[in-house]
């Protein structure tokens, strides 16, 4: 560094960034919440590095099924939700020919009641998002699903009108399994009328991911149909130190990618 530059003007945050082809912040606040990373918004963008067996997890609405994904509060399991919901949404975007089309609905808000929290009101509740995000997605086609029936009548509905449309089938991604004061057996039971039916979590076109703190590991074996699982539960150890700079090489060449997305940024040279 130069004389001139040390004595120069000082560049605030903003400018810096800007100056350096940064259309976003790789280190803002927001970067270090997967509910708030912008970089999530950016599918195609080298922001996210896949778990090995990414496409496993994700699984396709052809082979239809559960997985329950154990993990440390802060590993990666919203994240991971988070990156599959984007994916799910680029091949509605942008029409993928070699991808099925898939409408993720993220099943986050468990704040309902404990007499709320029966199957039947798991799939009620499922249904509305799926007529919200229908919504979205095709505003001018009219997604008329059921409103009534048995908890498999009627998710298995629901699907097959999603099915008639132009979809390939749906996933729902169930997290925000919070400890409710240290209470696990009270946080599980939440979702423990839905996540522990198979018959219900192997409805044809549905693909259904569950995100459980480790901490419930336990709770939840007790109750989860593990021994009808064709692979064990995803678990995911304690947190390690990347080995390499991978993910954070990928997060800076992801911001920088970002300016020629950037609405700030459109025609700038």
């Known amino acids: 560094m130069t004389e001139r530059d040390m004595t120069g003007p000082l560049l605030n945050r903003s400018a810096w960034l800007e100056a350096h082809g940064f259309a976003i912040d790789p280190f803002s606040a927001e970067a270090f ?6 970089l999530f918004e950016h599918p195609g963008l080298p922001a996210f590095v896949d ?8 699984g396709r609405p052809d082979h239809p099924g559960f997985r329950y994904i154990f993990a440390p509060n802060g590993v990666g399991k919203s994240s991971l939700r988070r990156r599959m919901r984007v994916d799910f949404d680029a091949s509605l975007a942008h029409n993928l020919s070699n991808a099925p089309r898939v409408l993720a609905v993220e099943y986050l808000d468990h704040s309902y009641a404990s007499d709320r929290a029966s199957a039947h009101d798991h799939v009620a509740r499922i249904v509305a998002l799926l007529a919200n995000r229908l919504a979205i997605w095709y505003p001018r086609l009219d997604f008329r699903l059921p409103t009534t029936g048995s ?4 998710l298995s509905r629901a699907v097959q009108v999603c099915r008639s449309g132009r979809l390939d089938g749906v996933c729902i991604l169930v997290d925000n399994i919070r400890d409710q004061g240290g209470d696990l057996e009270s946080a599980f039971n939440r979702v423990a009328a839905l996540a522990s039916q198979p018959e219900l979590l192997n409805i044809p076109g549905v693909l259904f991911k569950f995100m459980f703190p480790n901490a419930i590991f336990e709770t939840a074996a007790r109750v989860l149909p593990l021994e009808r699982l064709s ?11 990347p080995r390499s700079p991978q993910p954070a090489a990928a997060r800076l060449h992801g911001c920088v990618a970002s300016r020629q997305h ?3 940024f459109q025609g700038a040279v």
Do not use: K, S
């Open 231 to 241: 692979f064990p539960p995803n678990r995911v150890g304690r947190r390690q130190p």
């Open 262 to 264: 950037h609405p700030a």
């Open 51 to 58: 778990p090995p067996n990414y496409e496993e997890i994700r």
């Open 33 to 38: 919440q997967a509910e708030t990373d912008p």
């Open 151 to 154: 908890a498999h009548d009627l």
